[in-house]
Structure formats: C-alpha cells, structure tokens
C-alpha cells in the first residue's frame, strides 16, 4: 500500500504547547502567586527562615501521604483511612518507645511494618474481594481511630526520647562550618552547598535528557520553555537554600521528603510498576488482559499507603512529642484534596506526583499564611474548599476546551 | 426530489497537531441515501460531528448550510431540534435500563416531571413496530443483541421526528441478517422521503443502497459518484478511496504448515453469570504451525467465549479440559501464564477491552511486554520509543506521533494499535477476534499481509470472524461453531458460504 502514513503533521506552535501543558504551568503558576500574595499581606513572615522551616516541618507529612494516594487515586481508588492510621501508628510507637522502653532504631522499622500490614489488610478486601475502595476504608478510619483510643485509653503519650525527635525536629548539621565566608548571615553553610549542587544537578540531568532526545529524535519542549521553568525553580530553590542557611540549615524531614519525591517521580515516570498503575487506572479491564496482574497491583498500592501513613505518624508524634488518639483528624481530606488540586482525575488514570506535590504546598502555604493572618479555622476550611474547586473546575474547564 | 437538503462547504477542521478536516464538501439531497466512505482516519466521522454539533461552529472553518440556510450548531440539541439525528460509532445506550426509557432518555413522556408510563411503552410500542424489532418495552438493553440494540438506537432517532439521519458505521458489528434488515430499514424510509447519511466500510451494503457515494481521503472530499448515472463496482469505489487500482482483496500466500502448535480438547465452561448454565460443550480443536485457521458462525455461537476462556480463563467459570502447546499440556490458568504459554488474544472490543485509551500509542502497544523494553523494573525510554515507532510505520498506524492518545484515534487505527501490542508479545499463536471489524480495504489488506507474514514465520493465527468472505479469503480451515459446540470442520477445498451456513442450519436441526 502506498498511504501516507500520518495524517498531515502541523509543527506545534508555542501556543499549542502552553495550551497542552497548562495544567502543570497553571499549577506552578498559583503556588508562586499565592506565596507572593501571603508574603505581602503578612508583611513578609512568609519566606522569613523560621516560618519556611515551620511550613516544611508542617507539611512534610500531608507531602509523603500525598505521594501513596497519587498512586491509589491513579490506580482508580481512594483512601479515607490515612488520618487514622496516622494516629493509630504514632500511638504504638509512643507505647514502643516510652512504656516498654524499645530503642528506637527497632520502633522505627516496626511501625513501618505495622503500617504496611494495616494497608495490607485494607488491600486485601479492595483487590480480592472487590469492595470498593471507598467503603473499605471508610470502615478502616472508623476501626483504626478506635484502637487507637483503645490502646492509648484515651490518653496522650510523650514525651519521646530525644533520638527518636530528632526524625522530625532535628537538622543537618553543617559539616562545613569550616568553609563558611559569610559567619554573620549564613549559619549553616551546608544547607547552601546542597541546594546549589541539587540545582545543578538538576539542570545537568535536563540538558542531557535533552540531548539524549535530539540524537534519538524524540521531540524536546521549547527551549524557552525548558530555560523558563529552570529558571524559576532554581531561584526559588536557592532563595530557599539561601534562607534555610541562615537559620538552622535542611530540616532532617525535608531530606527524606526529598528523597522520596525523587524516588516516587522515578516509578511513576520510568518504572513498569508505575506504567502499569497508570494503565490499571485508566482501563482495568484493558490492563488484566494485557496480563498485568491487577489485583496484586491494588493490594501492594494499598500496603504502600499503609507505610508511608505509619511514616507520617511517626513524623507528626515526634515533633509533637506526644501521641494523642486525636492526632490526624481530618488529614486524610488534606492529602487527597492536594492530590486533586495537582490534577489527579478522580476516575483514574490520570496524575503526577510533582503535582500532587504542588498541590500539597499550595494547601500549606495556605494553611500557614491564613494562620499567620489570625483568619479562624472556619475560614481556613471556607478557602481551601474553594480552591479544590477552583482548581478541579480548571481542569474540566481545559478538557471540554481542547 | 431535486431539493438539497444539505451542502456543508469547505469544512476545515483542526485537532492539536492534525489537520482532520481540509476543505471538505458534501452536497445532499432530500430524501437520498447518501454514503461517506473513506480511509480509516480519512475524516468521515468528524465530518458528521462537525455537522451535529459535537464540535460548536466557531472550532471549525467553512459553512453549513440547512434547508437553504446558514446555521451554526453550537450543541447537539441545536442540530436536533432540525431533524439532524446522529448514531454514533459506539452506541449510547444505557444498558441496564429498559428499552422504553432508552429511548425516551432526556425526553420523557412526562406532566410535571411524572413519567407517564402508559403513553411511553405505547409510543415505544410503536416505534419498535417501525423498525420491525419485536421485543416488548420493558427489555433491558443488555438483555438483547448488538442487532437489536442498533434498531433502538434507529427507533430513538424516530422518536425525534428525524429529517436527516446519520448512520456512522451502523453494521459494523452485526451479521448479515441484521444488516440486511437494518439496510431494508433504510430503504423503507427513504420511500417515506427521509434523507440519510451512512458510514460504511462494507463496500457490498454501500452499493445495495446508496444513491450517492462521496469519498474522503486525507481529510479533503475525492469525488461524488452518482449510482444512478452508472453502475458503479466496489473495485471503482476503492479506488477512489486508496487513490489507485487495487488488484486483490486478500494477499497470495503459500502456505507451508508445520507440526501441532495448540491443541485444545474436551473444552467445557459454564456461563461467566448465569452460573449453572454450561455455555461450551466439548470443545476440541487445533492449529498447526503456520496455519491459518478460522471460527466461522453466528453471533453468539460462542467463538469469543472460546477464545477468552482459554485465554487466560478470562470469561466463563468451572472451565475444564486440556490445553497444549507442541503436544505438551500448557498451564493457561491466568493470562500471564496464558502469554507465556506464547498465546495472545485481540479482543473483539478494542474500546472496552483492548486499550487504555487516556494512554497514548507508545504505552499501548508495550503494555503487554514492558520486560522487553526494560531492565529490572526500569522502562528505556528510547527502546520503548523505537518498539512504538517500529509498528507504528509497520502496521500503518495513522497518527500526528506514537504520542497521540488512543482516544483520539480512528477506529480502525485504535484497531492497529492492539494489535502492534500483541504482535509485540510475539506470540505462538495468534487468536484474533473480529480483527477488521470497521476496518477500511485497504488496512484490512495490510492485517491479511500481517497475517500471511506471521504464518510464513511459523506462528499459528486462529482467526474469528463474522465476514465469511474473510475467512474464505485467508484460511485453510474453517471449524464452525453454533450454540457452544463446534459442529464442522471444513478443509479449504470443502469451505464457502453454503457448506458453513448449512452446517448451521443442521446443528441447529439437532438442539
Ligand atoms: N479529538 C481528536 N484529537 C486529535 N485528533 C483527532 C481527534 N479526533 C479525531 N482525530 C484525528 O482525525 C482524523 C480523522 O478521524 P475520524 O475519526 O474522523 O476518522 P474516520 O474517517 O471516521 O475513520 P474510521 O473509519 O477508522 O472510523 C484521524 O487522523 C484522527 O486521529
Ligand atoms: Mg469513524
């Protein structure tokens, strides 16, 4: 046959190319407005040292919770239950560490495993047994929050011993005060180097993908395009560097929220484990006959949710220094509200974890910027109910558009 | 009679990337049947979206005039509410709901949001005489066949007081009989004065009907032939469509057939839902290496039922009997085990059943063997995009990229797409179910190439189909199938049209 093989090829304009990607643009967009809007009317407490270390300290956990149910919504599912396994998690590792004494380098992988065995459990009755996800882990927030009660007797527990803090208070330590040119402004000169090098890095990894994709012949974005958004995140990444170096340098939770973005973005991105979610979500059927083991592919979504909640649990008791039976209320709507703002679909299928990231940020700096303004938590509540609309409308918006 | 009813001018139509549409024209009569045939992914049915209004005026360039007037649709209801009925590719049926409210869906026959249940079924009644389906109102849509399912859609039109009716490949899953009626249907409203559009890739029923055709090609209109001016062949109407001669409908092969390849036998499974209901009985059958064979019989024989349920026990429960591969007994329990066994189903149902249709092409056609295009667990990006770009230029697959998504696609392109993903399992043997169904001539020429090839390469290809020229045309043996049992075996020699229908009609006798 002679037919052409495609059908006549427009080169895709600029415009063409913002238009396809405005979800992400649009996304990385609102967070830059919305620090510049809560930076000015709180009379610049925003990006002062402390409250960006506060903002980090208070959303690492909604963060590394949002990575887990990126992968679950995009599987097609939801998960209603991470508030109270937060809870129930941080409460076992108070009665480890505090009533019986355990050291905490035991304590720690234990509750990681408790976790995965409270989300296997969930899994099991999703995957295998068909029930959905919604109803599952509905009565999972209700059985959870009340063990907890049961094995805290109602009680908070604390304090922890100060290693096990550490997890969630504790810093970097600057091991290259030696070095440091600027001993007046900059009290932790490691937190700099690190984000210079990460920045550069980051940017030597974009050229050569880059690269890799001319000699293959894959198309790149713009190059304006590309050189933009490096750009920006590099600036804010070193204006951030550059005040967490003045003040105590890289939260230790900030690193391991890091390393987890990274490690996540890689599955999601390059995997087949995460390949196969994708396809799982976006047509079940399509995936099983494909070969892909569907079921087990759900039940280990759900145990991966299980760990990083118990995570989480962890984080939030230490920096509380206490586990209550109350801790995590209402986290679960955090987490899957970020999840949507960084354009998950709710059918499934669709979604990435640098915008469930974004999202996540966005839901904090409001979060911190609307409690450093005095607004009440009824407003608080009011506002970020908006913009998940906000944000969702945006989506269909620019669907039915295109 | 001379009253044209329709003139669409110099519709241009653009998606990110493709042009779909480029200054296409079409001139319709009243009370003609007119056909658009084309290509897969010539444009034909953008076309009648642009008409309906699923694409408002303003996305689109050019004029549509209508009963000698400009109009610009920007809903769908806007185009109905002048008699311009759509029945698209994909049915939009609810299928849990009955036949009455299928057809009254948005309409209701209703006082002050109370459904007048009496007048409804009455009107249904009716409308169902119209288009001679004789079922009662209340049938549940999943509950009747995808013929009868097609003349709903047609009473659901009527119940609109339709003017100009849209058919976008109307009898493209139904056998002949349905068709035939569907197509005296047609004829009969044209008696009536009502104009239609089809879309077929069934050049046959085209010439049985239509009083015009026009072709698209490319996006752009070829020509308007007039039937009634000339006898027009399906060899003319093809050429208008792939722009030159085409010699032969299916390839010349030589066919070299080897030892056992599959072997499958005392096959029985129970119905997937009505548990206690045995659905195949003793089914046997084999494929040798480098054979083609083929599954002739009706809709609902259970051919598909076979297929799946040896696929990885994918349909049906209580499946019993033996399955081997070079004469040794495989273990088909799942579909994984299934596609290592060097088995893989193209299912009949690519929309539901074969794509992830968010997903674009590249990931569709590796789904299936992503260990090939990685190493412990990490995808390589560039041999992922080479596999993809590979069977997209080999099977032909007309898109703006290996990026486009699926969805996007046209049918017969979504089609290739499913196969370029089993091709790449690279399979043993090869079952395909239905594979040209919407298919155009000349992509269903190029799926006989593919499969000729992978015969000469010694694989085995079990062939479902309900076109019998198609399974006359490519195999070397035909098994039919009727009511869950394999009731003939015919040899190339034995094989045509009469010696399968006849082998029907008396296992039919037998039951
Ligand atoms: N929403 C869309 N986005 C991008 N491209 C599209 C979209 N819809 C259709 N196309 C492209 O427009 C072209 C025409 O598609 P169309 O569905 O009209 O073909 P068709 O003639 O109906 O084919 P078939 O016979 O296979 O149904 C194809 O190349 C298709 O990929
Ligand atoms: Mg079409």
Known sequence: ?402 | MDNIILEMRGITKTFPGVKALDNVNLKVREGEIHALVGENGAGKSTLMKVLSGVYPAGSYDGEIHYDNQVRNFSTISDSEHLGIIIIHQELALVPLLSIAENIFLGNELATNGVIDWKQTFARTKELLDKVGLNEPPTARITDIGIGKQQLVEIAKALSKKVRLLILDEPTASLNETDSDALLKLLMEFRKQGMTSIIISHKLNEIKKVADKITIIRDGGTVETLDCHNEDISEDRIIKGMVGRDMEDRYPPREPKIGGMLLEVKNWNVFHQHHRDRQFLHDINFNVRAGEVVGIAGLMGAGRTETAMSIFGKSWGHKITGEVSMHGKPVDVSTIPRAIDAGLAYVTEDRKHLGLVLNNNIMHNTTLSNLEAVSSAGVIDNHKERTVATDYRSKLRIRSHSIYQEAVNLSGGNQQKVVLSKWLFTNPEVLILDEPTRGIDVGAKYEIYSIINQLAAEGKGILMISSEMPELLGTCDRIYVMNEGRIVAELSKAEASQESIMRAIMRSGEKH
């Open chain 1, 1 to 402: 046959m002679v037919t052409e093989t495609s059908t006549q090829k427009t080169t895709p304009s600029i415009g063409d190319y913002l238009r396809n990607n405005i979800r992400e643009y649009g996304l990385l967009v609102a967070l830059v407005v919305i620090m510049l809007f809560f930076q000015v009317v709180t009379g610049g407490v925003l990006f002062k040292p402390v409250n960006i270390t506060n903002l980090i300290l208070q959303n690492s956990f909604i963060v590394i919770m949002a990575l887990g149910m990126l992968l679950i919504i995009v599987a097609g599912h939801i998960d209603l239950s991470v508030g109270s396994i937060v809870a129930l998690t941080g409460g076992l590792s108070a009665i480890m560490l505090v009533k019986m004494g355990i050291h905490y380098s035991l304590v720690v992988p234990l509750c990681l495993i408790l976790g995965g065995v409270i989300g296997a459990a969930q899994g099991y009755w999703i995957a295998y047994q068909k029930i959905p996800a919604f109803i599952v882990t509905l009565a999972g927030m209700l059985v959870f929050r009340g063990v907890t009660y049961v094995v805290l007797q109602n009680r908070p527990i604390g304090p922890f011993p100060k290693e096990f803090q550490v997890l969630s208070t504790g810093f970097v330590p600057d091991i290259l005060w030696f070095a440091n040119p600027l001993p007046g402004t900059i009290t932790n000169l490691f937190a700099l180097v690190a984000v210079l090098v990460l920045v550069g890095l980051a940017i030597y990894a974009g050229l050569k993908d880059r690269a890799s994709n001319e000699k293959h012949g894959t198309e790149n974005e713009p190059f304006a395009f590309f050189a933009l958004q490096m750009g920006i995140i590099a600036v804010v990444a070193i204006f951030l560097g550059f005040q967490l170096s003045t003040y105590r340098g890289l939260p230790n939770v900030l690193v391991v929220m890091a390393v987890l973005i990274a490690l996540y973005t890689f599955i999601t991105t390059r995997s087949t484990i995460g390949r196969r979610v994708y396809a799982m979500g976006g047509n079940e059927k399509a995936a099983k006959l494909s070969g892909i083991n569907t079921e087990r592919l759900t039940f280990y979504t759900f145990v991966n949710m299980g760990v990083l909640a118990a995570l989480a649990g962890m984080i939030i008791a230490a920096r509380l220094n206490s586990a209550t039976p109350k801790a995590g209320v209402g986290f679960e709507l955090d987490v899957i509200a970020a999840c949507f703002i960084g354009g998950a679909s709710a059918s499934g299928g669709v979604g990435k974890i640098t915008g469930a990231v974004i999202g996540a940020f966005i839901m904090g700096v409001m979060n911190n910027g609307m409690s450093i303004m005095g607004l009440g938590i009824d407003y608080q509540q009011l506002v970020k109910g908006l913009v998940l609309l906000a944000a969702v409308f945006f989506d269909v918006y620019n669907k039915n558009k295109g």
